[in-house]
């Protein structure tokens, strides 16, 4: 039974976390550009490898979505998240 419960929950997150990656328009590489100065040095040296546009674009985050972010930390990827979405979108972090 416990089993059965475990494939039942995989399946389930693998249908649901199945993203479609977006377009990168211009604007949102401009609202990306605009807020990413605000970011502390740590966090700008690691832009040229991260690619934060293209970070975005891959998981399809655009301003005004909703965004959960598993397991967040203080990190550099939910600094992007959170300043990408700010002020457009709910946002919701879960540990």
Known sequence: MKN???KSISLAFAITSVAVAADVTDTDVERLEAV??????DHKARHSSRNPAGTL??????????VVEVLPGGGWYSRVLADNVAGTGP????R
Do not use: H, S, V, Y
């Open 57 to 66: 674009a891959f998981f399809g985050i655009t301003p005004g979505m909703t």
């Open 36 to 41: 990413l100065p605000d970011q502390t040095e």
């Open 4 to 6: 059965r419960i475990r």
């Open 91 to 94: 946002r919701r972090a879960r």
